[in-house]
């Protein structure tokens, strides 16, 4: 009887993973189209100074809108379009709307862009990426990009070299999701970063009593020492901002200010310093 129910469960999984793998290989054959139609887009979350609540920035979020399934979010999609070298491509999309629309904004508000670990030892990239900006007549300061923790563990010579050639054009970069993987201090002081982002994992406990706000302390610590800015993902209370506050984090981003937004949103929020939260947020209007 055990080893029927086993079973059972076992047929039961199978299914599952295959109706999964189904599901991905439908993905794979889609997201070319996805390209060539115009079914992805870019949302932009606020990055907000804790000290003056002016808005500094935003990051860039790329979703796609299947004719089927609706809307999609990264975390499904980008890892599909990785494997099947599609990543490039989608990156370079969101890098060309997010330059258009920077060009639109006041000139001290950068707007970050995500790069995959695979695309970030391609030989290209950083001819790809600088002619983008170029074409988008903006200055390479505007543009920020965010690389994750694991993707600069692969110390591969030719990841640190484009961070480096990236950073020599005038962008700034970010360490991503800080905290999850496991760099070493040499990493972070090999590697060029102008700022760390604190993963939203350690923030969404802060309110617990024991929770990680010395291991935040100690990180935004680190960062600063290191001569970073530092960022908190994930912000979503007012607790969470006032904790942040008093350790003198730089800035943080997150659903107490806003959600990722489309870009007539930022606009509007530009216009009227609003957040769709409602969150009144100082920012140049010029
Ligand atoms: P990320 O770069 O760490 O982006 C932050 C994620 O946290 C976003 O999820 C955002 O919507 C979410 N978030 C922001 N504030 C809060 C909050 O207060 N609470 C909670 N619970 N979540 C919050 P999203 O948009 O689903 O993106 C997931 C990941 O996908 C990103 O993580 C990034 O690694 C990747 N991604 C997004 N866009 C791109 C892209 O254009 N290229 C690449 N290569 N990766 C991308
Ligand atoms: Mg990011
Ligand atoms: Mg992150
Ligand atoms: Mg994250």
């Not at 999964?20 to 794979?28: A, I, N, P, T």
């Not at 505007?142 to 070299?161: C, K, Q």
């Not at 994930?234 to 659903?255: K, N, P």
């Not at 949103?265 to 100082?282: C, R, S």
Request: proline share 3%; charged share 25%; glycine share 8%.
């Amino acid at each position: 009887r055990a080893k029927d129910s086993g079973r059972g469960t076992w047929r039961l999984f199978d299914r599952t993973m295959d109706r999964h793998l189904e599901d991905r290989r439908g993905l794979q054959r889609d997201i070319k189209r996805a390209l060539r139609d115009g079914q992805l887009f870019v949302e932009y979350q606020p990055v907000i100074a804790l000290a003056t609540r002016r808005i500094v920035g935003l990051e860039a979020l790329v979703r796609w809108d299947h004719p089927e399934r609706g809307i999609i979010s990264p975390g499904d999609f980008i890892d599909i379009a990785e494997r099947v070298g599609l990543v490039g491509a989608v990156t370079a999309y969101v890098l060309a709307e997010s330059v258009s629309f920077a060009a639109t904004l006041p000139p001290g508000i950068a707007i970050a862009v995500n790069l995959s670990p695979l695309h970030l030892r391609d030989a290209w990239l950083v001819d790809q990426l600088s002619a983008i900006i170029e074409a988008g007549g903006i200055g390479a300061g505007r543009i920020e990009f965010e690389v994750t923790e694991s993707a600069v563990l692969e110390t591969e010579g030719r990841t640190l070299d484009n961070l480096h050639r990236l950073r020599a054009l005038g962008c700034r970069i970010a360490i991503d999701d800080f905290g999850t993987g496991y760099s070493s201090l040499a990493t972070l002081r090999r590697f060029p970063f102008d700022r760390l982002k604190i993963d939203r994992s350690f923030i969404s406990n802060l309110e617990r009593s024991d929770s990680d706000a010395p291991i935040v302390k100690a990180m935004i610590d680190l960062g600063q020492t290191l001569g970073l800015r530092v960022t908190a993902e994930g912000v979503e209370t007012e607790h969470h901002a006032a904790i942040l506050a008093i350790y003198q984090c730089d800035d943080c981003q997150g659903f107490l200010f806003s959600p990722p937004v489309r870009r007539e949103q930022i606009v509007e929020l530009f216009a009227t310093g609003h957040t769709v939260t409602g969150m009144a947020v100082a920012c140049d209007r010029r």
